[in-house]
Each structure stands twice: as structure tokens, then as C-alpha cells.
């Protein structure tokens, strides 16, 4: 039978934080892993979030994983919703399990200036071979960049540049004509 595990919860849980004491984890406090004897399953929501208009946005967070070394299960992914949580896209998978923190950064500036929410999700995908410490997400944030100014000419620089470039015509036109005698 399949059972829906909890939600991902704030955990000081067998020590695996980033950064401070506490970070998001996909499994059971009792056991420190995510075997339940059955397929489960679970998501961390974010709240309504709202992307800066222009410019990049991109989330990153930092994650440490330890699956089955299957490929397939117990996978590890990333959706997002511009909806209000009617539909959601996929944004990414992983395929990382070293049970070492690193960072990951995913580029949301397709959906610049939309209200989304954001789902982090864990699957099993069986109930088979999941005595393991799980998926650990900490220090989830969304970096918002400005594009770069558009640079602009003084009217100063921009004459000075049109009596250069009419220099050189005039010199390259003066070196076409002029032919040397035999």
C-alpha cells in the first residue's frame, strides 16, 4: 500500500544543518531515516513569493543527500507554480548522493515578475531499500539581480568619436587614391 509520508519539518535531526542548528529534512526523528515500511512521500512548500521584474532570479539552497543508489528512486525535485498551486512545473532533479553539503542555484528568470511557490519534493518510489538518512535543505533564499545599466555617451564623446571615425575615412579615402609612379 502507498502512504503519503509527512511534510518536510524543521529538524536539529542527527546534527545536519548548513549553517545554525536547524534545517528542512525528509525523514522520521525516530529512526533517522525515511523507511516506513511503505512507498512515501512528502513536500515543503514555500509561502507566495514574488519575483523582481527584471533582471535574474534564481533560487539557490543548500543540499545534502543520502538515497538508495538506484537510479530512479528516492528522487529528489524541484517544482514551481504560477498559479497559486493549480499546476506545477518541473524545474529540477538530482542526481547527487555524497552525503556532503553543496549548494545548488536554479535560474527563475523565466518567470520574472510572477507570484510563485515553490516545492521541494522527495519520493520513494517503492517501499523497498529505504533505510537511509534522506534529503536535508537548508538556507533556501531567492537572489534577485538588477540588469546592468545601459551605458550612455556624453554628447562630448560622441562628437569626438564621429571626428575620429571622419579622420579615418578621409585618410583611408586619400590613401586609395593616391597611386605610385613606375
Not at 27 to 47: C, F, I, M, R, V
Amino acid at each position: 500500500s502507498e502512504d503519503s509520508g509527512d511534510p518536510y519539518y524543521s529538524s536539529n535531526g542527527y546534527g545536519k544543518s548548513q549553517s545554525w542548528s536547524r534545517s528542512f529534512w525528509y525523514g522520521q526523528e525516530a529512526t533517522g531515516n525515511y523507511d516506513t515500511g511503505a512507498h512515501n512521500w512528502g513536500y515543503l512548500h514555500s509561502p507566495l513569493i514574488t519575483l523582481a521584474g527584471t533582471g535574474t532570479n534564481e533560487l539557490r539552497f543548500w543540499s545534502w543527500e543520502q538515497v538508495e543508489p538506484f537510479t530512479g528512486f528516492d528522487t529528489r525535485s524541484i517544482y514551481i507554480s504560477n498559479n497559486g498551486g493549480a499546476s506545477w512545473q518541473w524545474l529540477w532533479d538530482s542526481e547527487d548522493n555524497t552525503s556532503n553539503w553543496h549548494q545548488v542555484s536554479i535560474d527563475l528568470s523565466y518567470y520574472a515578475g510572477q507570484n510563485v511557490i515553490l516545492s521541494f519534493f522527495f519520493n520513494t518510489w517503492s517501499e523497498l531499500d529505504n533505510n537511509y538518512s534522506g534529503w536535508y535543505v537548508d538556507d533556501i533564499e531567492i537572489v534577485s539581480e538588477d540588469p546592468p545599466p545601459i551605458p550612455t555617451q556624453s554628447p562630448t564623446g560622441l562628437i569626438a568619436l564621429l571626428v575620429i571615425m571622419g579622420l579615418l575615412l578621409i585618410v583611408a579615402t586619400i590613401n586609395m587614391r593616391a597611386k605610385p609612379r613606375l
